[in-house]
């Protein structure tokens, strides 16, 4: 039973770690959506694909937007 008990343990640590994890993937994405929304430095037709890209490849999009549109931010 000592065994089971630290495979519990474990499987918890592990569990809240995902959870954690996915919780800021999701925090970044709102993050980056929000950016995009809001970024200056990009025309309406351009603000309009990098929603869509964020919604629709959900955090990879995200990252995608950090690297690639978030640069051309002004103000």
């Not at 959870?19 to 200056?40: P, S, Y």
């Not at 309406?44 to 999009?61: F, R």
């Amino acid at each position: 039973m000592d065994d089971l008990g630290s495979l519990l343990a474990g499987a918890g640590i592990v569990g809240l770690m995902v959870g954690l994890l996915g919780l800021a993937c999701f925090v970044f994405w709102v993050w980056m959506l929000i950016h995009a929304i809001r970024n200056k430095g990009l025309r309406d037709t351009e603000k309009i694909i990098w929603v869509l890209v964020i919604v629709l490849v959900q955090v990879l999009g995200a990252l995608i937007y950090f690297f690639v549109g978030r640069p051309k931010a002004r103000g």
